[in-house]
């Protein structure tokens, strides 16, 4: 394809250029954005000076063409429009100190002396200096190949295999190796890279950790959580970014589902050293309950926290409510809080101030434990009653019931505090955290002394959350719909919730939030046994730790036996119940089945009789206006008149 710098090269009559011809399709695809503005253009290679003139006419008169090179000869090319500077760009101090003779390099063209060093030096010194929108492009990269320029096919010095790491830091946003391979300032500032045939080219601009999103409807994929998800530990908070190892939806990308946070504002509750959002990504402002320094204090001895990566709190939740805290600066866009629900002591209160710092359409994302896999699993679902009790009572610690339930009831598996695919963990891998002892010790030091004692003060499961919602919605003490939910993977569901305009009148607001809660099956027959397998379960687990504590009579033992008989029996019970269900179902399904057959067959005889009828009648027509009927009427109708 002809483009103006070709044409200019074919009838140039002035001073010498030598091209290869395939490279001017090359620079007017990366170039022509500059045309006719004030771009400022450094050629390395000034040779005969035929190019500079090339590049003068092709970006305009606003332009500014500087020449390098190592001949002192070139001075006297200098023209209007086009300086000469005279240097070896083998020379790292001349190469720095023309940084300041150029304090602005918008395109950087390398066609220099083409040695290996050259170019690495030139590529090293100059491209952090290239402006953060241009361009730098390095010609003849066939010396690569050419050993009278200390190349070589897979030499390791070459500057193409030089270059080939410059790939691997544009892509750098999805290392899950960050000590060994991170975010670098190449990560950062370049665009992309172009490999043709002899030349490379990098266009600069400020990049962002990548987000991914999804819209639309799924066609084959339903529900939520079987859309692709990766290992929660795969996320690189320095990154700000989970990478996908064999799927493409992460947990961030959940939890970020309904957000913007390049485009929008918005805090992150409890963030410490993984925050979802970073600054890199956009306006974003950091809560906990403590300050930076607090929290470097309260985790200076937990090896599992690197206190040099907490964030920078902005506001510290605590005393004050929220919108105290953030005075002015509120409205936000947004709240992320993952991991922070369950812990909040005023679960309405919280919502409610969180609510109050939101502008109408703003997102509350949630990433909330689920009690099946996690050490809450042989605690009691969160009911209405205790959330409304904790509003109340303006609750701003965990009450002591809370604190004694929690360290009473919580366990491990096997040593883990979390676990996946196991809804209901043998007993031998279950094992209480603490002791009936200890739950009571914390307890009553929490009395005494009124310390905050951080525990779990809810418990939920997806469909128990949703309807906790469903009863506060009814009594209007949430102002929130449901925007977006991720059914449970691994220990965690996702749940996004959208404010609602204050001025949407009380029957549509209602109606609005109760359409958005998820559709769950309250009348499912196996809740009933998912229900007593807990039961028995936590009976179990009661049954165990005393008999650790070998003080168990044997009258207890088996009173306790005689009930996990019952329980036993109850979950028989339910099981035959389930299964009585699944025959009724069948038998339905059965006679449905034979009556829809018989359907088929009554209307298919219909079919055929209907078409029988119409072929009598169309014969019995066919006959009454044939002439031998004609002739039969009028033959009947004479021997009439002789009798």
Aim: charged share 25%.
């Amino acid at each position: 394809m002809t483009n103006d710098l070709q044409l200019y090269f074919e009838s140039n009559c002035d001073r010498l250029i030598h091209k290869w011809m395939h490279y001017f399709e090359i620079y007017d695809r990366h170039f022509s954005r500059f045309r006719q503005t004030d771009v400022h253009v450094v050629e390395i290679g000034v040779s005969h000076g035929g190019s500079l003139q090339m590049w003068r006419h092709y970006f305009g008169s606003q332009a500014k063409i500087i020449g390098v090179d190592i001949d002192p000869r070139c001075q006297q090319l200098q023209e209007e429009g086009i300086e000469i500077i005279i240097g070896d760009q083998a020379d790292l101090a001349f190469l720095t100190a023309l940084k300041d003779k150029v304090p602005r390099i918008d395109i950087l063209i390398d066609d220099g002396g083409h040695t290996m060093s050259q170019q690495i030096n030139t590529f090293e010194v100059l491209f952090p200096h290239i402006s953060e929108f241009g361009v730098y492009l390095c010609e003849d990269l066939h010396t690569s190949y050419w050993s009278e320029y200390s190349g070589g096919l897979h030499q390791p010095n070459t500057f193409i295999e030089f270059s080939k790491q410059w790939i691997d830091h544009l892509n750098a946003w999805h290392s899950r190796e960050p000590e060994r391979f991170g975010v670098s300032d190449f990560t950062k500032t370049a665009n992309s890279m172009h490999y043709y045939d002899s030349i490379l080219v990098i266009e600069k601009r400020p990049m962002s950790p990548p987000i991914v999103r999804m819209t639309g409807t799924p066609t084959f994929i339903t529900p939520m959580e079987n859309l692709a998800v990766v290992d929660t530990e795969a996320n690189d908070s320095s990154n700000g970014f989970v990478v996908a190892q064999k799927t493409t939806v992460t947990r961030v990308d959940k939890i970020l589902y309904c957000i913007e946070p390049a485009s929008q504002r918005g805090i992150e509750i409890g963030a410490l050293i993984s925050p979802i959002v970073t600054p890199d990504m956009g306006d974003i402002r950091y809560v906990d309950h403590e300050t930076t320094e607090g929290l470097r204090k309260k985790y200076s001895h937990d090896p599992n926290v690197d206190v040099s990566k907490i964030v920078e709190v902005d506001y510290v939740w605590g005393v004050q409510s929220l919108p105290e805290l953030v005075g002015v600066d509120a409205p936000f866009d947004y709240v992320v809080a993952s991991h922070v629900i369950e812990h909040v002591p005023d679960f309405i209160g919280w919502l409610k101030e969180i609510r109050a710092v939101l502008k109408p359409g703003g997102i509350l994302t949630l990433a909330i434990p689920d009690k099946r896999f996690c050490f809450d699993y042989c605690r009691q679902l969160t009911q209405p009653a205790e959330v409304i009790e904790a509003f109340l009572r303006k609750s701003r610690k965990p009450s002591l019931r809370q604190i004694f339930d929690f360290f009473s009831s919580v366990v491990c598996r096997e040593g883990a505090f979390t676990w996946v695919s196991e809804v209901n963990p043998a007993i031998d891998q279950l094992t209480p955290m603490h002791s009936d002892e200890d739950a009571w010790k914390l307890t009553s030091q929490a009395l005494a002394e009124d310390t905050y004692i951080d525990v779990h003060c809810w418990v939920f499961t997806p469909h128990s959350f949703f309807e906790l919602l469903r009863a506060l919605i009814q009594l209007e003490l949430i102002d929130f719909k449901v925007a977006q939910f991720f059914e449970t993977i691994g220990c965690e569901f996702y749940v996004s919730l959208q404010a609602l305009d204050p001025e949407m009148p009380l029957e549509e607001r209602q109606r609005t939030q109760l359409e958005s809660l998820p559709k769950q099956s309250s009348g499912d027959p196996h809740s009933l046994v998912w229900q007593t397998k807990i039961e028995v379960q936590q009976l179990r687990i009661e049954l165990k730790r005393e008999m650790e504590k070998s003080s168990l009579s044997n009258q207890h033992l088996q009173q306790v036996q005689t009930e996990l008989r019952e329980m036993r029996e109850q979950l028989q019970d339910a099981r035959q119940v389930v299964e009585h269900i699944d025959v009724d179902l069948k038998q339905s399904n059965l006679r449905l089945h034979q009556k829809r057959a018989l359907v088929k067959r009554l209307r298919t005889r219909l079919k055929r009789m209907k078409n029988k009828l119409k072929r009598n009648r169309e014969e019995l027509h066919q006959i009454k206006t044939s002439k031998f009927w004609m002739l039969q009427n009028f033959w009947w109708k004479f021997k009439g008149l002789f009798q």
